[in-house]
Nanobody, 122 residues
C-alpha cells in the first residue's frame, strides 16, 4: 500500500498564494510521477501539474506562469506553489503518485490522496 498525505489547502483572497504539500509513504520503491489534480462539483478531475523523477514538468494551460510544481525525490514529496490565485482556482485538489512498490514490473501503483479544499474568495 502507498499512502499520500496532503496539506496546505485553505481560504485565500484573489491574488494571494498557497502552497500544497503531499508526502508518499508505505511500500514505495520508485515513484515515476507525482502530480496535482483538481475537481469541482459536477466536473471531471483535471490535471493541474505533474513532475517526473527527472524533474520534467507539465502544467495545465490555465495555471502556467502562476503555479510551480517541485519534487523532493529523497523525501517522496511533491509541492505545488500557487500564486496569483483566482476564484476559478477554487476546487478540491488531489495528489497523485505513480510508480513501483518493488523491483517487479508487476508492482506498479497509482495512488491518490484524500483531497484538500482550496477556496479563492474575497
Amino acid at each position: 500500500q502507498v499512502q499520500l498525505v496532503e496539506s496546505g489547502g485553505g481560504l485565500v483572497q484573489p491574488g494571494g498564494s498557497l502552497r500544497l504539500s503531499c508526502a508518499a509513504s508505505g511500500s514505495v520503491f520508485r515513484i515515476v510521477s507525482m502530480g496535482w489534480y483538481r475537481q469541482t462539483p459536477g466536473n471531471e478531475r483535471e490535471l493541474v501539474a505533474r513532475v517526473t523523477s527527472g524533474h520534467n514538468t507539465d502544467y495545465a494551460d490555465s495555471v502556467k506562469g502562476r503555479f510551480t510544481i517541485a519534487r523532493d525525490n529523497a523525501m517522496n514529496t511533491v509541492y505545488l506553489q500557487m500564486d496569483s490565485l483566482k476564484p476559478e482556482d477554487t476546487a478540491v485538489y488531489y495528489c497523485n503518485a505513480m510508480g513501483y512498490r518493488d523491483y517487479s514490473a508487476f508492482s506498479s501503483f497509482d495512488s491518490w490522496g484524500q483531497g484538500t479544499q482550496v477556496t479563492v474568495s474575497s
